[in-house]
């Protein structure tokens, strides 16, 4: 069975820096795109940061870009997270994700989805 599971999750105080992995395995023939998501309790899950798997193209949503950055080793099927200046908003329990078709890659529509790992940053 697919599986993914995130680990590098834990409290820092603003200023500091995370590094998330997401392990991914039982994927027979690879993902086109992987992402990371948060949530905060009563709010929608949002896209953090996404990467395909094949060229390496990343995005980033704008309360992120310059802090986070994304990036994958494909060799052991592990996408990071690392998560530098972190401030008390970042504070969610972020969730790994996957996608094999291309076609919900672009829609940012992902299947697969990891149990999620919290992140708390103190002011």
């Known amino acids: 069975p697919k599986q993914l599971v995130e680990s590098g999750g834990g409290s820092v105080q603003a200023g500091g820096s995370l590094k998330l992995s997401c392990a991914a395995s039982?994927?027979?023939?690879?993902?086109?795109?992987m992402a990371w998501f948060r949530q905060v309790p009563g709010k929608n899950r949002e896209m953090v940061a996404s990467i395909y798997t094949d060229d390496g193209n990343t995005y980033y949503t704008d309360s992120v870009r310059g802090r986070f950055i994304i990036s994958q080793d494909s060799a052991k099927n592990t996408m990071f997270l690392q998560m530098n200046d972190l401030k008390p908003e970042d504070t969610a329990t972020y969730y790994c994700a996957a996608e094999t078709s291309l076609g919900r890659c672009r829609r940012n529509d992902y299947y697969d989805w990891g149990q999620g790992t919290q992140v708390t940053v103190s002011s």
């Open positions: 039982g994927f027979t023939f690879g993902t086109y795109c």
